[in-house]
């Protein structure tokens, strides 16, 4: 079977320092936090270009304490796309704010940046763009928006780490970005991991109080926290792969020129890249009208797929009680009844490819 993605080939290519870092975690006693963390929060921040990064335990807690420390809760709006992984949603309703759904761009699958200004309202704090399997959202527009708003923008920069738009990297454009170091991310750990990134010192000061417990001295709270904190094991992993995320992305890139090369002119949806934005392919993403067939005779042919997302977020059980029904967000609905993913790792090999390519002629005319 061709897996949708291959974490094991990535750790065999490294093993010999991975297994060095983490012996030497091993050996240190440091288990949270710690000399590992601080540097890799260093080496994040200097590679996108802000002042500090700050590391939780998942990129879930990053969005859920940077929306905390821009002081929003309950009463106040968060606009975001219908058509994202649950977490987004999850987070805001976690605060207790609300969620405010804008629809999606059918072509990179970002939201729709001309919706965004008629779904602001007096109580909007903040939006947060999600640069989607890897596309960076269309930040210019949106930041001009925000800033003649006075709303805050947060990032989930959680699928698109090393991404860039107009030449500065993803997550260092908005006033927060939130990390996920999941292992199947574009920069993934062995477990769960995240990080909130900043150019702002009072907002970084304050995730990093509220990672642990809400104090800044040991045992004396300022306020009610939270127990998220990056472990050193997976900093010191993290530390590692950081090096080569480059090179892998550069990889997925001409990857993903070859299967568009090779899909050209099927009945097939391929993925776009829009200027000034530079894709990192987190996913590869087709668009069919059949997908149910397609699936079927993929998977006989020893190719696994995968579908992000079944359900738009405005669909979903915990978001129902927003009032939004189906045709609320036509592009949303349409894209999760359309997209499919197909294998897609920078350690795939020509073959692999190249039998995946000729099975999608034989199933799609
Ligand atoms: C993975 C992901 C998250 C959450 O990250 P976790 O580390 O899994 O908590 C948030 N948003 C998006 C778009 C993601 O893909």
Request: with cysteine; aromatic share 8%; hydrophobic share 40%.
């Amino acid at each position: 079977m061709i897996p949708l993605i291959d974490l094991t080939a990535q750790y065999q290519q490294l093993k010999a320092e991975i297994d060095a870092a983490v012996q030497q975690v091993l050996d240190s006693g440091q288990y949270i936090l710690g000399p590992n963390v601080q540097e890799l929060e260093n080496e994040i921040a200097a590679y996108l270009g802000v002042r500090h990064g700050v590391g939780v335990a998942s990129g879930t807690d990053a969005l859920v304490l940077g929306l905390r420390a821009l002081n929003i809760g309950p009463g106040d709006e968060v606009i975001i796309p219908a058509y994202t992984f649950f977490a987004t949603v999850g987070a805001v309703l976690t605060i207790g704010a609300t969620p405010v759904f804008v629809d999606i761009d059918p072509l990179t699958y970002c939201l729709d940046v001309n919706q965004v200004s008629e779904r602001i309202s007096s109580k909007t704090r903040a939006i947060i763009p999600v640069h989607l399997y890897g596309h960076p959202a269309d930040m210019q527009p949106l930041l001009e928006l925000a800033h003649a708003h006075n709303v805050r923008v947060i990032e989930d920069n959680a699928q698109a780490f090393g991404a860039s738009y107009a030449g500065r990297k993803t997550a260092s454009l908005g006033d927060v970005g939130c990390l996920s170091f999941f292992p199947t991310k574009n920069l993934g750990g062995f477990g769960d991991g995240g990080m909130v990134v900043t150019n702002h010192d009072h907002i970084a000061e304050r995730v990093r109080m509220l990672r642990t417990h809400g104090w800044k001295k040991k045992y004396h709270p300022e306020e009610l926290g939270a127990n998220s904190r990056l472990d050193a094991l997976q900093a010191a992993v993290l530390r590692v792969k950081l090096r080569y995320v480059d090179k892998w992305n550069n990889h997925r890139q001409t990857l993903a020129l070859r299967y568009a090369d090779r899909l050209s002119g099927l009945e097939i949806g391929l993925p776009h890249e829009l200027s000034p934005a530079r894709h990192v392919y987190h996913l590869y993403i087709l668009r069919l009208k059949e997908r149910e067939r397609v699936i079927q005779f993929l998977g006989k042919n020893g190719i696994a797929t995968g579908i992000y997302y079944p359900q738009p977020l405005h669909l979903s059980k915990p978001c129902v009680a927003l009032g939004y029904g189906e045709n609320s967000f036509p592009e949303a609905e349409r894209a999760s009844h359309e997209t499919l993913a197909i294998p897609f790792y920078p350690e795939m090999t020509d073959e692999q490819l190249e039998h995946i390519v000729n099975c999608l002629k034989m199933v799609v005319s």
